[in-house]
């Protein structure tokens, strides 16, 4: 029951609204949100599709356990081809906007086509309308926020939607919604923005039903438990979030630092989720006012921050929105560091700023943060001048050059949207693609796989890109969930990277949070899954539901030209070795476990998906 | 012994969990639109907060109902709406200084907190303790008691 089994077609060239059946074959196959979108766009969006061209499509889609009281079951993702990659995306954001689908009796809505001038989505319940954008194109994602609750009369109207780079092809353009929530990576705002859509906004008040509810309160509050009982999951993310890392990562010298030229940062201590809990001189406030949750969520790892008034961003800034003297979304480690470490600023001010412009106008902060970086290094060694950052002293280090780079890409002017295109076509454009950091066009996360090895095999082979959301071995490596590994060996890296992208594949599918599974395995998802959908799901068939996702990812992303020939690292993490701290001397073993990893998937030598694998996934 | 509903903004993180927990009570399905109580996200100042009926002694929605249809729950101090009686003319959704009495279109009668017969589910919910359930005659007591621990001699 927990599927509404009805999915709504936006066709934007036509400008009509179609309600059709979800299609349950698949949806017993492939789950819901990634798995399930995958399945959709591998149907209808042939791999060779231009990104950007009305002919991709876009699927906004839930999971079978949003919308519940599932522990995190909030959650939607966005399905598409990637304009950055080139391959499968799929972002996924919390918040409370695929919880409303949901309550709206959507499982799925699907943009097609393209508007012949700006747009945006309004759904309420059965009603779904499409209604000109045109006071709104050309403002950022708070902007457009409240205009449309505004408009709309609604405070309880949940909006997602781009900023200003989205409409004009930042090519790592993310989808807001409830301000401060990103699908953030791959650039699937820029899709939307290439269809002229502004914005969807969603009101539901019909409610998600589960199939046994006896049952489901009992799975879900047992779930519950183990999230309030576990270390990370009850203290260290609700009281420092996902910045509980910053230290921690940097400690054991695999902290990627300006540009990956260095793997210790020595300011990441002042831009630590401790730091964020420290008064500061001005006016004795912390950075972090609170923690806040996504919807359902209780662990609540949500950072929300304030920039020191006295600051250099917003004293006497009265061009700015008003939220930049207040309250909203603060930093989580992933854009600290690549606004922070990778760049060298440890202004934590600073950073939280960008961040906020990242929020304001929609951009990915890692993809941002790390294109800075590698202009950085470019300028440091004379291979770009300030005749080509239009003025601007890219030296590392340089705050108010981060500051105005991320001011510049987020009005997309300028230079800023040479920093648009991203590091991989960055450094291609100024003849030294080595220098950018990326795997199929998407920059880095926070983690050298120098210093934590598995991450290397998981980044070569993400299918969406280098991400640290896909086989998070870091869990194993470093914080020894579920079971400890020496992050500096290759030893049996392949077998925990396919464990690991295999679960997240799964966990992706359901409707949930990836950060419960710190705390959960496949068999506490299992049965909150059992109680709430019809059917018989066990850990066994969400273990083999998440990899069919992968080879199905994969399979798209081959046809697409992102198959084994993007399984590489940058030649920095394999021939320069890490300079200092614990993991010095270590390049990472990416030759030796890459094809242990083919071998364990299944797939032929050359990394390709075997016919025998897909008759065995049913693919 | 007759307890109240003590709200602790400060805890809340926002997670809707109470919405949830209380609109399957009452309808039977997970929908925040039908839940007797709210949070309200304030964005810029930083926190969140619940907000329900804190049944009143003298309570102006039941007084201002014309065909007694809003009655005191002996047991639990809650004021109920008896739907058999509620017509749904709104006038106590009006009698209301806080706004915690709300129609609901779909059945044409009024919602309002009941206490869920004295075992309510929103502080069982609440993965916080924003939201507990306390003696009503000491609803102060954890106030209280931080006051009280400021005398407590650094060491």
Known sequence: MSWTKKVLRINLSAGTCEAEPLNMEWAELYLGQRGLGTKYLSEEVPPTTEPLSPENKMYLITGPLTGTMASTAGRYSVVTKSPLTGAVACSNSGGFFGNEMKCAGWDMVILEGKAASPVYISINDDNAEILPADDIWGKSVWEADEWLHSKHQDPQLRVAAIGVPGEKGVLYSAIINDLHRAAGRSGVGTVMGSKNVKAVVIRGSKGVHVDKPKEFFEATNAAKAILAGNPVTAEGMPTLGTQVLMNVINEMGAMPTKNWQHSVFEGASKVSGEAMLEPRESDGKANLTRNGACFACTIACGRISTIDPQHFTVKNREDLHHSYHGNSGGLEYEAAWALGCDTGIDDIDALTYANFVCNEQGLDPISLGSTIAAAMEMYEEGIITKADTGGIDLSFGNVEAMVKCTELVGAAEGFGLELGMGSARFCAKYGHPELSMTVRSQEFPAYDPRGIQGMGLGFATSNRGACHLRGYTVASEVLGIPIKTDPLVTDGKAELQIGFQDATAAFDSAGICIFTSFAWTLDDVAPQLNADSAGEWTAERLAEIGERVWNLERIYNEAAGQGAIADKLPPRLLNEAIKAGPAKGKVNGLPVMLPEYYRARGWTEDGVVSEETKARLGI | ?155
Request: charged letters at 20%; proline letters at 5%.
């Open chain 2, 1 to 155: 012994m007759q307890m109240s509903l003590v709200i602790d903004a400060n805890k809340c993180t926002g997670c809707l969990q109470c919405e949830m927990a209380c609109s399957y009570e009452a309808e039977g399905v997970f929908n925040p639109t039908k839940s007797r109580i709210k949070i309200f996200p304030f964005h810029e100042e930083g926190i969140f907060v619940p907000y329900t009926c804190t049944q009143c002694d003298e309570a102006w929605c039941l007084h201002a109902c014309p065909v007694d249809a809003i009655q005191l729950n002996k047991t639990t101090g809650a004021k109920e709406i008896v739907n058999d009686l509620c017509v749904g003319c709104k006038v106590c959704t009006i009698a209301c200084p806080f706004g915690t009495v709300n129609y609901n279109a779909d059945s044409g009668k009024v919602i309002k907190c009941d206490l869920c017969g004295g075992d309510p589910e929103c502080a069982k919910a609440c993965p916080t303790s924003a939201i507990t359930y306390q003696d009503a005659n000491w609803t102060g007591y954890d106030k209280m008691k931080d006051y009280a621990a400021k005398a407590i001699p650094a060491k």
